[in-house]
């Protein structure tokens, strides 16, 4: 706790020793003892105190939790999605009443148009003449000419 070594409690003790003396030391280092687990006493039950308030705040926070949890359970306990599904489907279905005017207007009318008449029509386009035939000949490679001697003959 105070980060004192051993060598350093021998020093203590020694100046206790000549400055209390031998007669009174054992009284002083009981009373010191009794003095140091009041001390102690009281920092536990500090501790104590603190964990216990800590406890409660965590016991305080689930309680919420479980509040938040029941009523969102309760919620979805009450969903029927079935009985909404149903409403909307008589709504649709339902007469609409006299005089009351309807959300959407309803569709216009709409008109037969007349049939095309077909007619025969005869339309002479020229074909493009065909292409000749290709041959082997038009894909050989073209033949060269024997090299030429050098040197002579002539």
Do not use: H
């Not at 030391?25 to 003095?35: F, N």
């Not at 025969?120 to 290709?134: D, H």
Request: glycine share 8%; charged share 25%; hydrophobic share 40%.
């Amino acid at each position: 706790m105070f980060d004192i070594g051993w060598g350093e409690l021998v020093v203590i003790g020694i100046v206790a020793l000549i400055a209390i003396g031998p007669k009174e030391l054992p009284t002083v280092l009981r009373t010191l003892g009794q003095y140091m687990g009041k001390v102690r006493r009281m920092a536990a039950e500090f501790q104590g105190q603190f964990q216990e308030a800590m406890r409660e705040a965590e016991m305080a926070d689930l309680k919420k939790q479980a509040e938040d949890l029941r009523s969102s359970v309760s919620d979805l306990t009450n969903f029927d999605p079935m009985a909404n599904t149903k409403k909307e489907v008589e709504s649709a279905f339902e007469m609409p009443e006299l005089g009351k005017v309807s959300e959407t207007p309803p569709p216009a009318p709409v008109e037969a148009l007349p049939e095309p008449q077909q007619q025969n029509v005869e339309v002479n386009v020229p074909l493009p003449e065909s292409p000749s035939p290709v041959s082997e000949k038009d894909f050989a490679p073209a033949e060269t000419p024997p090299p030429k001697q050098a040197g002579g003959g002539g």
